[in-house]
T-cell receptor, first 113, second 114 residues
Framework: KNQVEQSPQSLIILEGKNCTLQCNYTVSPFSNLRWYKQDTGRGPVSLTIMTFSENTKSNGRYTATLDADTKQSSLHITASQLSDSASYICVVRRQTGANNLFFGTGTRLTVIP | DGGITQSPKYLFRKEGQNVTLSCEQNLNHDAMYWYRQDPGQGLRLIYYSQIVNDFQKGDIAEGYSVSREKKESFPLTVTSAQKNPTAFYLC?????????????FGDGTRLSIL
């Protein structure tokens, strides 16, 4: 069964601290994995995409990793800011089929001053 | 600015009433999607369209209907057959169904029952 699981469900950190969000998947055959940021009451916005051959990719203070062997990805946020408070959603694309996107339930991050 | 516009932001439905959610994009994308988002659940696909005049059921299509008469428009009707319509509805578009480019999302419509 194609599934995407994220942990933790929610996280509260102090401003300026780092944090890491996890995404485990069983989607096969794997095409790519994308992290989205969703502010409250808004639509998700893409942060980064990881393909099979990529291990690490950075986008400013966001760094994503992918281990295709263990089917795990992480999103590391450095020096958190209040504006990082949002839900972070992991989406895995399967190589085959028209309905080929599988969404995690998201991690709700709250950054407090 | 190119993007996706959903309207209205908030919508209320009475018993037995059909309501239509609007989704318009000016990104020249071929593919469009409707998702439902409930607390604690991932986005669930209602309908998707690969091209004008074509659309396919997603995972939870029962009680919903769509049309794709124009490339830029993909309205969703929540019918009275949908017994639990209260949710946050997101419309998205992408260059193509199989493209690795990201989906672009609208800012959603929150539907509630009166």
């Amino acid at each position: 069964k194609n599934q995407v699981e994220q942990s933790p469900q929610s996280l509260i950190i102090l401003e300026g601290k780092n944090c890491t969000l996890q995404c485990n998947y069983t989607v096969s055959p794997f095409s790519n994995l994308r992290w989205y940021k969703q502010d409250t009451g808004r639509g998700p916005v893409s942060l980064t995409i990881m393909t099979f051959s990529e291990n690490t990719k950075s986008n400013g203070r966001y760094t994503a990793t992918l281990d295709a062997d263990t089917k795990q990805s992480s999103l590391h946020i450095t020096a958190s800011q209040l504006s990082d408070s949002a839900s972070y959603i992991c989406v895995v694309r399967r190589q085959t089929g028209a309905n080929n996107l599988f969404f995690g339930t998201g991690t709700r991050l709250t950054v407090i001053p | 600015d190119g993007g996706i516009t959903q309207s209205p932001k908030y919508l209320f439905r009475k018993e037995g009433q059909n309501v239509t959610l609007s989704c318009e994009q000016n990104l020249n994308h071929d593919a469009m999607y409707w998702y439902r988002q409930d607390p604690g659940q991932g986005l669930r696909l209602i309908y998707y369209s690969q091209i004008v005049n074509d659309f396919q059921k997603g995972d939870i299509a029962e009680g919903y209907s769509v049309s794709r008469e124009k490339k830029e428009s993909f309205p969703l009707t929540v019918t009275s057959a949908q017994k639990n319509p209260t949710a946050f509805y997101l419309c998205a578009s992408s260059i193509g169904l199989y493209s690795n480019q990201p989906q672009h999302f609208g800012d959603g419509t929150r539907l509630s029952i009166l």
